[in-house]
């Protein structure tokens, strides 16, 4: 089989570890005509603040936005589910053309007269960042109308990339922050930020805390509300998971309140436990969290590490490609499939910046691609030139690994199985096995022709 050919201004994004000097490009914007796997702006500022489940959510744009971002995380609420509604202005060819800050107005009346929610956030879309919409006064007038905080989140799609939605929904959320009550808070208290409550994960996370001997003042953004987050700046610290989504408001919490943060990740067992240990350090003046977060760690790893290992010996020696949105992860993910006896042969991300690729660099082996921004053609070339028999990703690259005929394990915000903590770990495990050992793959046309 013939070499698949790379563009020649992709180049710079694809490293071969052991291969010359490491100089990596990235944050950049796409390539045009390279098909990113990247989402725009909008895309971005939506999977941050979509989880929010007692305020509105309006696009003000075209329907095909709202119809592109309908219920985009698997996000789970224990309360109200107001956010996986998909509102939209609904612009048309004569709102663009003489403004659509009456319609806009008047859908925010209406739909705060309907839903009654805590607050709103309004969504800007690419059209409205070139007609010259002033969201602002609409949102401070509708504000002061309603007597709940309405919210402009700046998020045009020709603005940047996805990083740079994350940004617009975090310059949002500090606008909350802030405005609430502190009374009652403790000493010992947590904002958890950068969890999104996929598939019920921040409910695990937030026992594990709160078993230590941890309050938990808000979720940033999983099962999140209005209320907790006006009052999340009486925590103590800010433990940041997907930092590339929520880095931003961290900082801004630190400059503002003089809260510190800790970067962690709930995936693996490794992570996991430093996670746990990590916070617990933190209020080292209380020496009974330490105590109780070892023990939660020795019983949660007991509970599972027999049947990790019997996974493992089946899973020793295969082959994993993974790319995934935030490069955070992907350190996780290469040591939980290390952890299973999978050698990573592929590692990319969408986001990552120069020093999460340089950490990466140090993890991967000798021969491991390295990828910033991919496209399906490029994911599809290394994953058969190193034999990949799993691939780690999202919602767009479910179709590479079933064309390729290689097991899939879905690492996105649409998946419905929790993979954080302990139990996440099992899942894991179990959702590699089952795929990268079904009899279906021996159908697939890549095994057929190489069986020829």
């Known amino acids: 089989m013939n070499s698949i050919p790379i563009l020649k201004e992709r180049k710079k994004q694809i490293y071969h570890k052991g291969e010359g000097v490491f100089d990596l490009t990235c944050d950049t914007k796409s390539l045009a005509g390279s098909v990113s796997q990247r989402a725009c702006v909008f895309c971005g500022s939506r999977v941050v603040l979509y989880p929010i489940a007692d305020a509105l959510h309006l696009i003000h744009g075209p329907i095909g936005c709202a119809s592109y971002t309908w219920d985009i995380r698997g996000a789970l609420s224990s309360g109200p589910e107001l956010h996986r509604m998909s509102f939209s202005t609904d612009l048309r060819e004569r709102n663009i053309i003489f403004g659509g800050e009456k319609k806009l107005y008047a859908s925010l009346v209406q739909l705060i007269d309907t839903y009654r929610p805590n607050a709103a956030f309004v969504y800007c879309t690419c059209i409205i960042g070139i007609i010259g919409d002033d969201i602002d006064s609409v949102c401070k007038r509708v504000t002061e109308e309603k007597g709940i905080p309405v919210l402009p989140v700046h998020s045009e799609g020709f603005k940047g990339t996805k990083k740079d939605g994350y940004k617009a929904a975090c310059e949002s959320l500090s606008m909350l922050v802030g405005t609430g009550s502190i009374e009652n808070i403790g000493k010992y208290a947590i904002n958890i930020m950068g969890e999104f409550n996929i598939a019920g994960e921040a409910w695990t996370i937030k026992k594990y805390y709160e078993n230590m001997g941890i309050e938990v003042v808000s979720v940033f953004t999983g099962d999140g509300r209005v209320e907790n987050i006006k009052r999340s700046h009486g925590a103590s610290l800010n433990v940041v998971q997907c930092s590339g989504s929520i880095l931003r408001l961290a900082q801004i919490m630190e400059e503002k309140y003089g809260i510190p943060y800790i970067r962690v990740s709930y995936f693996g067992i490794d992570d996991m436990s430093k996670a746990l240990y990590d916070v617990a350090a933190h209020f080292k003046d209380n020496l009974k969290i330490m105590k109780k977060t070892k023990e939660i760690v020795r019983n949660e790893i007991d509970a599972i590490y027999p049947d990790l290992l019997r996974y493992k010996k089946a899973l020793s020696g295969k082959k994993a490609a993974i790319y995934v949105g935030g490069a955070f992860k992907a350190f996780s993910m290469i040591k939980a499939l290390r952890s299973l006896g999978i050698d990573v042969v592929l590692a990319g991300s969408q986001t990552g910046n120069k020093d999460d690729y340089e950490v990466l660099r140090d993890m991967c082996d000798d021969g491991t691609v390295i990828l910033d921004d991919a496209n399906p053609l490029e994911l599809s070339k290394y994953c058969i030139e190193k034999g ?28 419905k199985i ?15 096995y089952s795929s990268v050992f079904s009899p279906v793959w021996k159908f697939a046309p890549q095994k057929m022709i190489r069986r020829r």
């Open 388 to 415: 990949a028999d799993l691939f780690v990703g999202g919602v767009k690259e479910r179709p590479i690994a079933y064309k390729l005929g290689i097991g899939f394990c879905d690492h996105n915000h649409e998946r």
């Open 418 to 432: 929790s993979l954080a903590g302990y139990s996440g770990m099992i899942n894991l495990a179990k959702e590699v």
